[in-house]
């Protein structure tokens, strides 16, 4: 399987109920409906509560403006473009306040699946398992993947993902990129 590639841009933006910001679904798999992966780019303009997502691993990751602090449980998280990804449980009440206006942010969701996320800059190589799902986001810069000898550029604001057929090392090369791997 190729890399299936989604930029941000050729994507419509759906406005939050709640009027605090828009979201761009990048991937739903295996499904809208029924997804059990969930990657989308939100662009955030004022403070409100995250949507609730029972039985949801939230993974969060600010791309661009000042960042953000979410209050969860009590607890206090300010976040950068420069902070590692933070993972939540997604029915958690979670407030969000703005440090300096509006941000965008990354968003992976997972439901009944396992998986991790990671801000990568340079060059990384990852030992994959067959039937993984991964995907790498461009933030502000292209992105190199590399599996077996087959090299894919990704331009900025752009998600490339794919499910490995085999197993065995994914390269990548990146100045501001973030990597996804979602167990079978």
């Given amino acids: 399987m190729n890399w299936q590639i989604v930029r941000l841009d050729d994507v419509a933006a759906t406005p939050w109920r709640n009027g605090g910001g828009v979201t761009r ?14 990657m989308s780019v939100a662009q955030v303009t004022r403070d ?14 600010v791309l661009a403006g000042a960042g953000v602090r979410l209050r969860l449980d ?33 968003n992976l969701m997972l439901r009944q ?7 990568l800059q340079g ?23 590399d599996v ?5 550029q990704i331009a900025p604001q752009t998600l490339a993902w794919r499910i490995l057929d085999a197993g065995g090392p994914v390269q990548v090369e990146a100045a501001d990129a ?6 079978p």
């Fill in 113 to 119: 699946c396992t998986g991790r996320m990671q801000r």
């Fill in 25 to 38: 679904e990048l991937l739903a798999w295996p499904g809208a409906q029924d997804w059990r992966v969930r």
């Fill in 74 to 106: 009590g607890a206090a998280h300010v976040l950068t473009q420069r902070s590692a990804p933070f993972v939540f449980d997604g029915a958690a009440d979670t407030d969000c306040r703005l440090l300096a206006g509006p941000t965008q942010d990354f």
């Fill in 148 to 152: 077996g000898g087959g090299q894919t």
């Fill in 123 to 145: 060059r990384h190589a990852f030992g994959c398992g067959a039937g993984a799902l991964v995907a790498v986001y461009g933030a502000g810069n292209a992105a190199l993947l």
């Fill in 48 to 61: 409100g509560p995250f949507s609730r997502f029972d039985g949801v691993q939230r993974w969060f990751a």
């Fill in 178 to 183: 973030l990597w996804m791997e979602i167990a």
